[in-house]
């Protein structure tokens, strides 16, 4: 494995970890009243968008971490907008 791969992997555990806590805050409260709608939706499409440069790529790296943050992110997304919806 060469050093690039590497550094993409170790980019891919960090940009994937700093998710986690939010999606679990807004599970865990329910609280999604700091989350800007248009703001996740726009992060949704782009982490949609990078998973399919990935892909196109076969760069795995970028295709893990943005599939990944694309869930994560839209976990988010689908919670501030049912919550809004009530």
């Given at each position: 494995?060469?050093?690039?791969?590497?550094?993409?992997?170790l980019a891919s555990i960090c940009s994937v970890?700093?998710?986690?806590?939010q999606v679990w805050k807004i599970f865990k409260t329910g609280d999604t009243a700091a989350i800007?709608?248009?703001?996740?939706?726009?992060t949704v499409t782009g982490?949609?968008?990078w998973t399919a440069?990935?892909?196109?790529?076969?760069e795995w790296p970028i295709i893990l971490t943005n599939a990944i943050c694309f869930c994560l992110s839209g976990l988010i997304l689908i919670k501030k907008i049912t919550r809004?919806?009530?």
């Amino acid at each position: 494995m060469d050093t690039a791969l590497i550094v993409g992997y170790l980019a891919s555990i960090c940009s994937v970890t700093s998710f986690i806590p939010q999606v679990w805050k807004i599970f865990k409260t329910g609280d999604t009243a700091a989350i800007s709608a248009k703001m996740y939706a726009l992060t949704v499409t782009g982490f949609a968008l990078w998973t399919a440069f990935g892909v196109m790529r076969v760069e795995w790296p970028i295709i893990l971490t943005n599939a990944i943050c694309f869930c994560l992110s839209g976990l988010i997304l689908i919670k501030k907008i049912t919550r809004r919806a009530r």
